[in-house]
């Protein structure tokens, strides 16, 4: 099935996908930093340089509350990362539809189409939490 994604538009989503990865990382180094603990130097400096490191398996046992909270956004913004490299980038993981431009653009870590992520939010429906 042809793509609607073209060079141009997929280079605009993957744009916005490493800002937004950078901004995570961004974040996350400075909570670590300043939670002055010797331990996370280390991981700060691994956070911010992550080469082929899944920086969401970095952070998972990391247990600090103020980091917690940006594992799913980074682990998200990875899995869509591989997705683009892998070429299955906007299309629906679940069904296999493609993903609008315009969805991907408001949301660029989206992994499934409006339809399916509406079924997948009712089957995994947490109280207070957003999925985005
Ligand atoms: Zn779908």
């Not at 916005?16 to 930093?33: M, N």
């Not at 939670?35 to 247990?63: I, N, T």
């Not at 591989?82 to 493609?98: A, F």
């Not at 429906?125 to 957003?130: I, K, N, V």
């Amino acid at each position: 099935m042809a793509s609607d994604l073209s060079g141009e538009r997929l280079a605009t989503l993957k744009q916005r996908l490493g800002q937004r990865y950078e901004e995570l990382r961004t974040e996350v180094r400075r909570e670590l930093l300043e939670a002055d603990s010797e331990g996370f130097l280390d991981l700060a400096g691994r956070v911010h340089d992550p080469g082929d490191e899944s920086v969401a398996d970095l952070l998972v046992d990391v247990g600090l509350a103020v980091v917690d909270r940006h594992v799913e956004a980074i682990r998200e913004t990875e899995a869509a990362l591989l997705r683009l490299r892998t070429g299955t980038y906007g299309t629906c993981v679940d069904c296999g539809t493609r993903i609008g431009y315009e969805r991907l653009l408001t949301e660029p870590t989206a992994a499934r189409c409006v339809t399916c992520q509406e079924v997948h939010e009712r089957a995994f429906a947490q109280p207070g939490r957003s999925t985005l």
